[in-house]
């Protein structure tokens, strides 16, 4: 029989549960500046977590690798592509179907790692639907949208049919994929999408709320974590709004499950969306998160086997979810590696890595502020993951991180697929640097130095 | 010289810095004109480049206007500065020479004589991500060269 393989940890797992317990999510909201050394990881932890990344032993360009671009994705640890080939090695099998030993045994494992994922976010196992990635999750719901204003689902898709005159809500600081889906809604069922804009320095103008969310919002699709910036949405804000008036609230959890605890009940929202490459799992898998009862509601996006019941050559019959939203062969063994993943976050723990992160993210802002000729992108004093854009004045960003890459630093460079943030900005595109819990404070001070010299190379 | 500054040579530099060619300037009457905008969706650069030719199939100007990093600039200075005077066919065979460096990662050796100050841009085929910056404003003069009329 198959076991779960150990995450490789190198913590003592005693001295972590008793710092978790007893501290509450209080302490993560409230943490500014120096990192309180009881919650937050050590930096000889953060050393010993490095260590479980093999990649980040390497060199790049003759020197080792500073790796800032989590954002985009993050690196894995040995448990999780570990995970991986011990299940092609000793488990394979098509889930679901099939009655012998090692199809009951993927089956197994690939439903304990829905449990580990639900109970990681706080949703119920129904409640979890696999997706290859967030953007399929989010094309889910708009095409399941669809499809239930066609008239797809029958009674109990009421509340998912949408049509001229109504509106579709959704803010200026989006990710294309929180986006575009929302913008193709529109066109095919020809309601009207509307954002709540920005200010100046990309802060969101909430005042603008009550006007934009009326009766006519049928849905309120808004991220957790701007990926551009690396600041929190007021998520009670929208799910207020939206619950006034009767419309469904989706979240972007991208750049929140990775980096803090994420509970779907406590947030209050009706769907949310999350890939699993952003959080040391494979890449190929992501989730959505929605409300049992709105998800059994809810007509199929992709249909075809593994999702019926009963099927004549005129109608097919839907399973229940999340089986109703999971059309054909799945990806069993990313479904795998990323609760190896989650397991390995749990095993450190959510606040402790959302402390660290906090302190990345404050050395970063403050760090980059400092040097000249550096303008740092969103507002200050506020509550920020460890993501900051900015750009060096009179060097473009593609330049900027040609410079970092020959010194082994790994930014992102570009409009990180939010061309509209960056227009109200006012810039076509910026460098990003984004951590995660293998990043030290020697990376950020590594950062720093470099950009330090950029202009004088450029001859700025 | 390290890998950086063979990416970055002077005159890659100084070209991003002085621009010739920039800004777009008004169409002479008279000559064959064309005009091309060319974007690079993953960093955002962009270019509209336009070309005048007389009847005799020369080059008579480039001009054009542009958001882009240095790499991108520098080619379209490099290349406002060349082709005054050039033949369709020699930009062409031109066109294809600078395309094979960019191909070549870094094993091209470019021939001054032809490629003028293009020939620096060699550096740039080591690093794959940037070929689309230096090729930008090539291609953009190739279209408005195709697209030209009176």
């Not at chain 1, 989730?287 to 709105?294: D, F, I, Q, T, V």
């Not at chain 1, 984004?434 to 950029?454: F, H, P, R």
């Not at chain 2, 004109?33 to 199939?57: A, F, K, T, W």
Request: proline share 4%; charged share 25%.
């Amino acid at each position: 029989m198959y076991t779960l393989p150990n995450p490789s940890l190198t913590l003592d797992p005693r001295g972590d549960k008793a710092t978790h317990d007893n501290y509450s999510e209080d302490h993560v909201q409230t943490m500014t500046g120096q990192p309180d050394a009881q919650v937050s990881l050590s930096a000889v932890e953060v050393q010993r977590i490095k260590a479980d990344f093999e990649i980040l032993e390497h060199q790049v360009n003759g020197t080792d690798v500073v790796y800032l671009d989590s954002g985009a994705t993050s690196q894995k640890p040995r448990c999780v592509y570990e995970a991986e080939q011990h299940f092609y090695e000793n488990a394979n099998a098509a889930v679901h179907r099939g009655a012998h030993t090692l199809a009951v045994e993927a089956t197994e494992i690939y439903e304990e790692a829905r449990e580990t994922v639900a109970k990681f976010i706080g949703a119920r196992t129904n409640e979890l639907v696999w997706t290859s990635n967030a953007t399929e999750a989010l094309n889910l719901i708009s095409y399941s949208i669809s499809n239930a204003s066609l008239g797809r689902g029958g009674e109990a898709a009421e509340r998912f049919r949408i049509g001229p005159g109504d509106e579709i809500l959704t803010t200026e600081i989006e990710h294309h994929a929180n986006l575009i889906p929302w913008q193709e809604l529109a066109f095919r069922t020809g309601a009207t999408l509307r954002y709540v804009p920005v200010g100046e320095d990309g802060a969101l103008r909430y005042d603008l709320l009550d006007e934009l969310v009326t009766e006519k919002t049928k849905l309120v699709a808004f991220t957790h974590v701007s990926n551009v910036l690396g600041t929190f949405t007021d998520t009670q804000r929208f799910v207020d709004a939206a619950r006034k008036v009767g419309a469904l609230t989706v979240l972007d959890g991208c750049q929140s499950v990775p980096h803090l605890p994420v509970d779907v009940k406590a947030l209050d929202v009706d769907f949310m969306a999350f890939s699993g490459h952003k959080m040391l799992g494979p890449t190929g898998i992501g989730a959505l998160y929605g409300r049992e009862e709105l998800l059994n509601a809810m007509p199929p996006f992709l249909t075809g086997g593994s999702m019926i019941t009963v099927v004549d050559m005129e109608h097919a019959e839907f399973l229940p979810a999340p089986q109703r939203f999971e059309a054909g062969t799945q990806r069993i063994a990313q479904t795998h590696g990323l609760a190896t993943a989650v397991s390995y976050l749990q095993e450190i723990g959510m606040d402790r890595i959302a402390q660290w992160e906090e302190h990345l993210g404050a050395m970063l802002y403050e760090g980059l502020s400092q040097i000249e000729g550096v303008r740092v992108f969103g507002p200050s004093d506020v509550r920020r993951i460890g993501t900051v854009p900015f750009e060096v004045i009179g060097v473009h960003p593609h330049d900027v991180g040609q410079y970092l890459d020959s010194r082994g630093i790994a930014v992102r460079v570009g409009h990180h697929c939010a061309q509209p943030l960056h227009r109200a900005l006012g810039v076509t595109a910026t460098t990003r640097a984004s951590t995660y819990l293998y990043n030290t404070e020697e990376d950020i001070k590594a950062l720093l130095e470099a950009l330090g010299s950029v202009r004088e190379y450029f001859g700025v | 010289m390290n890998e950086l500054d063979q990416l970055y040579q002077q005159v890659i530099l100084d070209h991003s810095k002085r621009r010739i060619g920039s800004p777009l300037v008004d169409v002479t009457e008279g000559l064959l004109h064309g005009e091309s905008h060319q974007h690079n969706p993953i960093c955002g650069d962009q270019i509209r480049v336009r070309v005048e030719l007389n009847d005799d199939d020369h080059f008579e100007a480039m001009s054009w206007e542009g958001d882009g990093c240095s790499i991108s600039m520098a080619s379209a200075s490099v290349l406002s500065e060349m082709l005054p005077e050039m033949t369709k066919d020699e930009f062409l065979d031109k066109l294809e020479i600078f395309r094979e460096m960019m191909r070549s990662k870094g094993t091209f050796e470019p021939d001054e004589e032809v490629l003028e100050d293009a020939a620096a841009f060699v550096g740039v085929s080591k690093f794959p991500a940037r070929v689309k910056c230096a090729m930008l404003a090539w291609v953009a003069a190739e279209a408005a060269m195709l697209g030209a009329n009176k």
